[in-house]
């Protein structure tokens, strides 16, 4: 059993009442327990993040919060209440996997599912944000996975939500496209609206989210802002050297250091201390690189696994 | 092209197919019951070729050996007798070759009709011609002829074939299309949407509504045109009719798909309930002379109402008041489909 760790007052934005409530949600599929017993709440505004690894209980988080699962139990409340019919008409969602209906181009598309809601987003401002323009009278079956990561975000963004869901927006993208989509969900956050973010990306949720909750095996293990989670459960940096650098073992050092497929990772609060004192066992530094902690290591440190195990 | 990546996929098709119990189980049933459906239809009876009718007579299946009629005329292989109680019941359905000859059973003369329209019939009259030995003579053969407006087969025929394909159009039109946009998870992106299963499932049926009574317009003018067909009541009705058919075989196939993610599944029910009503439903061939039970059991298929309708109309000159019974018939069959789909449907089971 895991112990949540979380961080005090995690964004500094939480003045208001939250958007969206999460109390005690649990998701069982026959003796399979998919999501357990998880609670949180997510302000306006923000970039919340689930991460976690596959199959952690993210994505059935999400589903059931979007309403197209039924919990097993707990409840979700929308500004305070339970959710309504109207929910609908305020949330944007951009599934995982999705397919849509055949043998139409992304502007009829766009055109079917802006005519589903009853508010909705000027459809040449929504082609210009996600980059549509070049593709809009193509088939969106023809779409590469970049331009369909797009298209599904502007079709996410039809009913202008205050609420959008994104389930591992830029999972199969090359680094180009990933960085695009990022700029993209960026300008929908500064527009005001609160995101809703699953990824198993660490780099992702560091850009994207102001507060991220850490999933593994149906249960959140850590909640805060990325900075303070990282503050908080990693101290100082790793240096990262080959083997090959060492002219005696390095675990004859007085190091905190781990030996991880050719390469000694040591882990220090003081860098300059670490570096005499490798300079002084004529350690090569040549090829020496120093990685500030991340959320993967947060992961690490809880679980004791990586994220993509 | 590289072999063994056709091979891997040839395998992972198979592995899909056998371990899809239902579709796979299905691949064997459903011969199965076709040839068990034929079996029991035709099976443990000479094939006949031609249908005779005979008043007065009241049972089916006839005991022919107490009918009065020629002898060598009873013998005779390869001919059905069909009773009936009256001549104008009996008339009725030469009209619509459903018989090709009748006769009435007595004492010599023989009466008979054919109806000059019917090749089958002019062949049953040389066979029961033949029966008797000589030249036909007038003391024992009474010919007679159907004077009404001439039923030519085609004008029996083009409302059944009319029908069978808005019943392949409205069944696999929705029922599989439904299930495959299940399975590939659109009907789910649409979930999320405000869009409700009442909405979604009404504009599938109009849609379809829309294509067949297109469809129906166009081959039926269009046929028009090269077989000039007879059509003895109004074509407003004949229409009213179709829709009426249409809407009912639509709101089957929303039954069909409101539930389900295998289209191999799907497929194979498709086929377990058009082949059926294909056959059962006289598109082809009239089920005179088949056992009560087979005409009782065809009376479930809104194809069979529809067809009876719409060829009263185009063939007997009937009003819509004359069809009452088959538009009620229709109108009920659709209300329960719309609220047996409406309550089963579901968007990703």
Not at chain 2, 195 to 211: D, G, H, I, K, V
Not at chain 2, 299 to 327: C, S, W, Y
């Amino acid at each position: 059993m895991f112990k949540i760790a979380e961080t005090e007052n995690p964004t500094g934005k939480e003045t208001m009442a939250p958007l969206l409530e999460v109390q005690h949600l649990v998701k069982k599929y026959g003796a399979l327990t998919a999501v357990d017993d998880i609670s949180f709440a997510i302000g306006q505004g923000i970039c919340f993040g689930l991460l976690g690894p596959n199959g952690a209980g993210k994505t059935t988080t999400l589903e059931v919060i979007e309403n197209i699962l039924a919990s097993t139990s707990g409840d979700i409340l929308y500004r305070g209440r339970a959710r309504t019919n109207q929910f609908k008409n305020e949330v944007g969602i951009q599934f995982q996997n999705t397919s849509l209906l055949a043998m139409l181009t992304v502007w009829e598309t766009l055109q079917i599912f802006k005519g589903l809601y009853e508010e909705t987003e000027d459809l040449d401002v929504l082609v210009d944000q996600c980059q549509l323009q070049e593709f809009k009278h193509q088939r969106h079956e023809k779409l590469s996975g970049g331009q369909r990561q797009r298209f599904l975000l502007a079709l996410a963004l039809v009913n202008r939500p205050h609420l959008v869901f994104l389930d591992e927006p830029s999972t199969g993208l090359d680094p180009q496209a990933r960085h695009n989509l990022w700029h993209i969900v960026n300008t929908i956050k500064a527009s005001g609206k609160t995101i809703v973010l699953t990824t198993h990306y660490m780099e992702e949720a560091q850009h994207l989210c102001d507060e991220v909750a850490i999933m593994d095996h149906g249960r959140i293990i850590a909640r805060g802002a990325p900075e303070a989670l990282i503050r908080t459960h990693c101290h100082g940096v790793t240096v990262v050297l080959p083997r090959r650098s060492f002219k005696k073992p390095p675990t004859a050092l007085p190091l905190d250091l781990k030996e991880i497929n050719g390469a000694v990772h040591i882990q220090t609060s003081n860098i300059d201390a670490c570096l005499k004192q490798l300079l002084s066992c004529e350690v090569d530094l040549s090829d020496m690189s120093v990685n500030s902690p991340n959320l993967e290591h947060v992961f690490l440190n809880l679980t004791g696994r990586h994220l993509r195990d | 092209m590289r072999f063994k990546r056709i091979w891997i996929m040839f395998k992972a098709r198979n592995w899909e197919f056998f371990r899809d119990r239902a579709s796979f189980g299905w691949n064997f049933l459903f011969p199965f019951l076709l040839v068990a459906g034929f079996g029991i239809l035709f099976g443990g009876k000479e094939y006949t070729a031609y249908k005779i009718g005979v008043f007065p007579a009241t049972r089916n299946p006839l005991p022919v050996a107490e009918l009065k009629l020629p002898e060598a005329f009873k013998k005779t292989r390869f001919l059905q007798f069909v009773g009936f109680a009256t001549r104008e019941e009996a008339l009725a359905k030469l009209r619509h070759h459903k018989v090709d000859l009748v006769v009435r059973a007595g004492s010599p003369p023989y009466r008979y009709w054919i109806n000059d329209s019917s090749p089958q019939g002019q062949l049953a009259e040389k066979i029961f011609q033949a029966s008797l030995s000589g030249p036909p003579d007038p003391a024992l053969l009474q010919r007679e002829q159907i004077h009404s407006t001439e039923i030519r087969y085609i004008d029996w025929l083009f409302p059944g074939i009319l029908a069978m394909n808005m019943m392949f159009s409205a069944l696999w039109g929705v029922g599989y299309i439904v299930v495959r946009y299940r399975k590939n998870g659109a009907l789910r992106r649409l979930k999320a949407t405000p869009l409700t299963a009442f909405e979604y499932l009404s504009a599938q049926m109009l849609s379809r509504l829309f294509l067949l009574m297109f469809t129906l317009l166009v081959v039926w003018f269009g046929c028009d045109l090269i077989f000039h067909f007879n059509v003895a009541g109004s074509l407003v009705s004949i229409f009213v009719m179709f829709f009426l058919g249409s809407l009912s075989l639509t709101a089957l196939g929303l039954v069909l798909a409101a539930r389900g993610t295998s289209e191999e599944f799907t497929t194979g029910i498709l086929n377990f309930i058009s082949w059926p009503m294909m056959f059962l439903s006289e598109v082809w061939f009239s089920l005179e002379g088949a056992p009560g039970w087979v005409k009782q059991f065809a009376q479930i298929f809104p194809l069979t109402h529809l067809l009876r309708g719409v060829r009263k109309i185009m063939n007997d000159g009937a009003g819509l008041l004359d069809v009452m019974p088959e538009i009620l018939v229709l109108v009920m069959m659709t209300g329960l489909f719309l609220g047996l789909g409406a309550v089963l449907f579901s968007w990703d089971r």
